[in-house]
């Protein structure tokens, strides 16, 4: 069973020579556009509204209109495409949708780099391919209506009744279940689909509807969740929402701090759970509410996650001490809550499991990450990272799995950047040098007026390119676009007559001092890792980025910074929101849910804030 | 270990043939007073504030200040007392107080029915001799402090701890513990007292606290709670209130018709709640608060007991069924719920245990009174019924146990009756005739403003002996105290220059009618059982009346009217609140839970409603 649809794809090959219409399936997002011989795929697509990034406006000139063939035939290979793409990432079917031209009905892949930032959005974590195996089943059954001579209750009625149908015992009732079970079975004349988990009936529903899960990645930042049928796998919904407890503190650590005071803890934990509520409603409405029952009461069991600090505010779990040294959690263990008791609007006997956390700043999305992207048992050398306010990083080498958390901030969410913005349009999200000129390519292909994380990763990567920027991070005066402000030196990216609100948009000393922090705590957590083991940089075979940032980002600027080890880049993957991939997994299979734990039980953490020699490391990666 | 000290008692002979004072240690209100020999034990009680009931005014012509002689020596029986009891009464100690005369140091047992009801109020019922076996038992542990190289989370350690201290996995936590555990054990400097339930830690207390337990009794009309020690077993407080349901409708019907409004079932649970949370306030101050930390913090278990719609109201389960025919529970199975979850202030992370419903109008107070009172396995034939707004009779012979119900209604309350009023100061509560004189005793002596249950029964006893009533109940116009009134005949019982309230107290045909009602529904009751088994109530040998009306009632009185059949006295044996007892068996022991279930199951429930020539056996019951 499959639950991503990102790499199935059915072979629809249908080659017509004389035919100048085609028709493309543009995946994962799964757009169908009819297109002519005549038009390029970029021009194609984005004439039917799919915004492919195009920085140096379809000439062939640079990568970020990427696309892959799964299926059809294509023009010629350009000479353009071969300068681009190595002959290995040409037989992977890598080509530019600039210079590609159908010849036939065609599957096309967009990678989410290629797309701008709304559309990107949507794109799935990838995850592995499992057996559905999920803790809740449905049952559909026929009860005896009382009579005067068969007074038995209705729980000694239905669970007669699940015997005659072989449920094996112990079994039991959720006690919200008990809370409304009577007038139910009333209301549907005795004839119910009842879901059971491990024996306990948790939710009585009218005869033949479907069973639903639900799983919430919770970010520091930003939360994404998804609606799944839990008999199929099938994702019917996806949503996401920033995180309502950035009024409160945009890390971790001011959160806790908040979390102190008289009422705190209570006030962030309701204002994610009103978040997550909404959610849930507009999954609702995505998937179709039934006009006989909210659809809501369909969803039987959920699976949340998220770093150990919103894990612990999400179950209303004291922080106080993952706020003081050592940083130890509350609670390390997988727990199964009950749905009601967290005010969580789903079906009132529904359970939410979440899974088990490494360490006080090492929590349960590290552990789907890993999950999903198979990093815990790659039999390479596996670097997996989770880009976020904080980075949790996992190097997997010869069985071990050794872990470590750093703290990288919010600059890459554009946070203490002078014109950073979060990814919306109009934001400049990639920054190339294309024929010795800088150029810029903003979300929606608005006119530039910021410039969000992957832009300003770009941005530096590209000022160390031509020189304007030292190792050290300061700007070098005498570079031509290098001019003074006040008592600094600042660059200058787009005049104020090209930009969308009148003033220039500049990358300053301070805005550079903020991202050598955030790219040195990411990859001084890399090295001290290695250095545990004694591996050098090089021998990483594999590099997972996961995350909504590390989606985004140029792999090449992360490099050119020194963000990430100067490794080929075959050897990097972005795997987009593995955590909520892994939440997924977990929601489908409880087989999945005993790998998490013993994933969890597996993991070394390395506490970097005392790793030996530590502070040497760090200094050492906040040079370019 | 014996849980009820009623019965327990140390021999503490100390004759004394010189000595003029003496010491009465008073049971089991446990007052103990010096008395002289020139002192009758009435005087002497009375003159210490022991309430004992005196209708005759202490010349020893009636029954009302019947006591036991359990340790000592008194004077010799008079001619009064050999008049009065039987002589197998006499040689089980039965006495008059007006005419015993201490001397030596004694144990007086004040029989119930003895004292005057605000201290008959504080009389426990009769409970088994149990072993001792709580479900949460206390573990002391120190728990290692979190450095930098021991991270485990708060929840591992606690485990780990656990185990070295050779408590058996599978070990975990209750969630609500989870809620407040970190900080509470580093209040505790790491040393701390875990109250383990199977398994399951469900308080952190300071070391060497007392585990406590709570049982509450749920009564239509009234409600009962004692606190207790989980360790001996001890009594530690007990106090009891009205049902704030009454509010809402006098019966179970009119309740359950009131939790059919939005909102009303929900209401009902609430006020019920909110009640039960007093009585643990006032339990508390009175086994004395500690000034670290508020001793409901150490009550970690809890019992409730009530009949089934109580069960359900208090529980939030649906009770619409229960007011429909067939009448069935919504549950009939044992529930352990979360003291949280229904708001009850107690430790968060107690359970409360409800034992098993037999029926919708049998409940869990009835298996808690039938193994209190030992009825389930008593080798005679044996009647056990507890007297209420509803009543609950079980008849066992032979290894059957066979139950019904009957709707007996709120007029033993003092409802529905002209001058009716509840067991108050000033009701009257016993009538006698005594030298061809009807004499009445109110509560605390005070001048009558009004009659009670007991009294109402007393009355109508006496109204029959004193022909002037009939077979029917009709009052025989030529009898000289009756009198015309409106279109009916009363009988006038205190005139309004004798009573407190200036108004005369008359016992109406209406009032008649109502006990004949009440009466006719539990005599039937008993009838339907024993005809089920084809036994003649003649053959009944023992006759256990629980509840706290049932204990003040007039057993001649009761078999003067018909509501109970004419058995020898001896036969009758009436246990005070045995549900309550029942309640505080299974607080303080599992092995008592599983013979409630077992109990629960044995009971064959016999419908009255569909009884075969149930109509003629009922109104043949209303005949006095």
Redesign the interface.
């Known amino acids: 069973m499959i639950i991503a649809t990102s790499k199935v794809y059915v072979s629809t090959k249908t080659i017509m020579q004389n035919k100048t219409e085609f028709r493309v399936n543009f995946q994962p997002i799964g757009r169908r556009v009819t297109v002519t011989h005549e038009n390029s795929l970029l021009t194609a697509a984005q004439g039917a509204g799919i915004n492919i990034a195009s920085i140096c406006g379809g000439i062939g000139i640079c990568d970020s209109c990427k696309i892959r063939l799964i299926d059809g035939t294509l023009s010629e290979t350009t000479l353009e495409e071969k300068a681009i793409f190595t002959e290995y990432e040409l037989q992977s079917g890598n080509r530019l949708a600039c210079q590609s031209y159908a010849q036939s009905d065609l599957i096309i892949e967009i990678p989410p780099e290629s797309l701008t930032t709304p559309q990107r959005l949507q794109i799935e974590g990838q995850s592995q391919i499992i057996q559905i195996d999920p803790a809740v089943i449905p049952i559909e059954v026929e009860i005896q209506e ?3 001579n ?8 239905v669970i007669d009744t699940l015997k005659l149908e072989g449920v094996k015992p112990p079994l039991g009732f959720n ?1 919200s279940v ?6 139910l079975i ?1 209301k549907y004349q005795w004839h119910t689909r009842l879901a059971m988990r491990k024996g306990e009936v948790v939710a009585v529903l009218p005869p033949s509807t479907s069973l639903l899960g639900l799983a919430v990645d919770i970010g520091t930042t930003k939360l994404a969740a998804y609606l799944c049928d839990l008999n199929s796998g099938a994702i019917l919904a996806k949503t996401g929402a920033m995180n309502p407890q950035t009024a409160f503190g945009e890390d971790v650590i001011s959160r806790i701090s908040y979390s102190n005071n008289p009422g705190g803890r209570k006030t962030l934990q309701t204002r994610l759970v009103d978040t997550i509520n909404q959610l849930i409603q507009e999954l609702c409405l995505q998937a179709g509410n039934n006009q006989h029952h909210p659809i809501s009461d369909q969803i039987v069991e959920a699976v949340i996650v998220g770093n150990t600090a919103m894990h612990h505010l999400f ?4 922080v ?2 993952l706020g003081m ?9 997988s ?1 199964e ?2 749905a009601n ?1 967290l005010d969580i609007n789903i079906a009132p006997g529904a359970k939410i499991y979440l899974p088990p ?1 490494i ?2 700043y090492i929590g349960a999305d590290h552990v789907a990450m890993l999950l999903a992207t198979g990093a815990w048992q790659s039999p390479k050398t596996t670097i997996a990272l989770d880009i976020g306010t904080n980075t949790e990083i996992s190097l997997a080498y010869n069985d071990q799995l050794l872990s470590c958390s750093c703290a990288s901030g919010p600059a890459f969410e554009g946070a203490h950047i002078q014109a950073g913005m979060r990814a919306a349009p109009g934001a400049i999200e990639r920054v190339q040098i294309i024929n010795n000129e800088i150029r810029t390519q903003t979300i929606d292909n608005a006119s530039p007026i910021g410039i969000c994380g992957s832009g300003i990763l770009d941005a530096i990567a590209c000022l160390r390119q031509i020189k304007a920027l030292d190792h050290r991070g300061s700007f070098i005066p005498t570079h031509p676009s290098v001019r003074q402000s006040d008592h600094n030196y600042e660059f200058l990216l787009i005049n104020y007559s090209k930009s969308g609100n009148g003033r220039d948009i500049v990358i300053t000393r301070q805005d550079v001092n903020e991202i050598q922090l955030a790219k040195g705590a990411i990859r001084s957590g890399i090295e001290a890792l290695l250095d545990t083991l004694g591996i050098s940089s090089t021998s990483v075979e594999e590099f997972i980025i996961a995350g909504a940032f590390g989606t985004y980002i140029n792999i090449p600027s992360a490099i050119e910074i020194g963000m990430f080890p100067p490794l080929p880049l075959e050897r990097f993957r972005q795997v987009g929101n593995a955590a909520g991939a892994g939440a997924r997994q977990m929601l489908l299979s409880m087989e999945q849910r005993s790998v998490a734990e013993a994933i969890a039980k597996r993991v070394k ?1 390395i ?1 970097l804030s ?1 790793y030996p020699n530590f502070a040497n490391i760090f200094s050492k990666s906040l040079f370019f």
Chains 1, 2 share one sequence.
Not at 150 to 157: C, Q
Not at 315 to 318: C, H, K, N, R, T
Not at 327 to 333: D, G, T
């Open positions: 009382p009579t005067i068969d007074l038995r209750s209705d729980t000694v009625r006690v008990l809370e409304i079970m009577s007038p009333r179950a209303g779990l004291p106080h001490q040294a050592p940083y130890v959690p509350a609670v390390s263990n727990l809550l009950d008791r956390n360490a006080g953490y506490e005392t």
